[in-house]
């Protein structure tokens, strides 16, 4: 047996006590005619009941003091420390996927300093540069590189 | 309450001395938090953590709060989805206990009424369990009404302010939410048999 679908509204009000007496009086009035609405209060009345179960004993005492003590003795800036550092490691970590990304798509254009020449003039003098930085070849490879 | 900037973090040393204002809130608040945090699921442990965080927030957005609204609704705007993050978080971390199991067993039995034996207390602590493992099912939306109007006690009107929503979807959040706590109540229940 369900609720009246029109007194649904009203009866949550009610329930709740958001109702004015009269209307809680109009209620209270069908409600005695009506067994689907009052099998839906019994309903949420034994609901109302299972949620009083999670309702947590009182605070301690000297709970909110010691709280707050901890508060005041720097867990916040210990937290907002902790906090920091994962935003940097972050930052970090995003600045090394966007500098690896960049590499990837450098080798895959021939734009990294083997490929001198394909290079674009901006990266010129750090080819250049890392050319010049290479060590020595071997006297029989350097003198087949010269043939 | 006045608009004030946040105040740098307090050291231990005391040197840069704390903002005696946020700790003011605290005292003032700390409970009402603590409470809600237990509310929301939090164990005690969590909950004090949870305290910790809100108060946290609180100092890094006490620039947001335009007087408009009353401090504790803007505090409870804060806390609510703190600690329903919290939660969410410290559920993902934590393996739950599954339903059935004996709450004595698992060690969480909570203190006994006088006069309560240990079976009447364990089906109480299972029952418990059941209710909240029902709650946690629901779609935030549905859960944080029936916390703040079930177990916090508030009325539609500072539902509505502190949800930022109008007080005829509150009514009809808290309908829906109590069909839907039903039918995962009976889900579960069958669940267990």
């Not at chain 2, 079930?150 to 509150?170: F, H, K, P």
Request: with cysteine.
């Amino acid at each position: 047996m369900s609720a009246c679908r029109r007194w649904q509204d009203r009866l949550g009000a009610w329930f709740d006590g958001e109702v004015s007496p009269l209307e809680a009086a109009e209620v209270r009035a069908h409600l005695i005619d009506c067994p689907g609405c009052r099998a839906q209060v019994a309903a949420w009345r034994r609901q109302r009941e299972d949620l009083g179960l999670l309702q947590p004993g009182p605070v301690p005492d000297g709970l909110v003091e010691r709280m707050a003590l901890r508060f005041e003795a720097g867990l916040a800036a210990e937290v907002r420390g902790l906090d920091r550092a994962l935003r940097l490691w972050t930052a970090a970590a995003a600045v090394l996927l966007l500098a690896g990304l960049g590499l990837l798509l450098a080798g895959r254009n021939g734009l990294l300093p083997r490929e001198v020449a394909a290079s674009p003039p901006r990266d010129l003098d750090r080819a250049v540069s890392e050319i010049l930085n290479r060590p020595e070849p071997a006297p029989a490879e350097a003198s087949e590189g010269r043939r | 309450m006045s608009r004030r900037r946040p105040q740098p973090p307090p050291s231990p040393s005391g040197e840069a001395g704390p903002d005696s204002r946020l700790l003011a809130l605290f005292r003032d608040y700390g409970a009402r938090v603590y409470g809600l945090a237990r509310r929301c699921g939090l164990d005690p442990e969590e909950a004090e953590d949870g305290v910790q965080e809100v108060f946290l927030k609180v100092q890094r957005r006490i620039d947001t709060f335009r007087g408009e609204a009353r401090l504790s609704t803007w505090l409870y705007q804060v806390a609510l989805h703190t600690l329903l993050d919290h939660r969410r978080r410290v559920s993902r971390q934590t393996r739950p206990v599954p339903l059935g199991v004996l709450a004595d067993e698992t060690g969480e039995i909570a203190a006994r009424a006088p006069g309560e034996g240990p079976e009447e207390a364990a089906a109480i602590e299972e029952r418990r369990r059941l209710v909240r493992a029902a709650l946690d099912r629901l779609p935030r939306k549905f859960r944080e009404v029936l916390i703040l109007r079930e177990l916090e006690g508030l009325s539609y009107r500072d539902i509505a302010r502190i949800l930022g929503v109008a007080q005829g979807t509150v009514e009809s959040r808290i309908f829906r939410g109590r069909a839907r706590l039903g039918r995962e109540l009976r889900r579960l229940r069958e669940d267990l048999e």
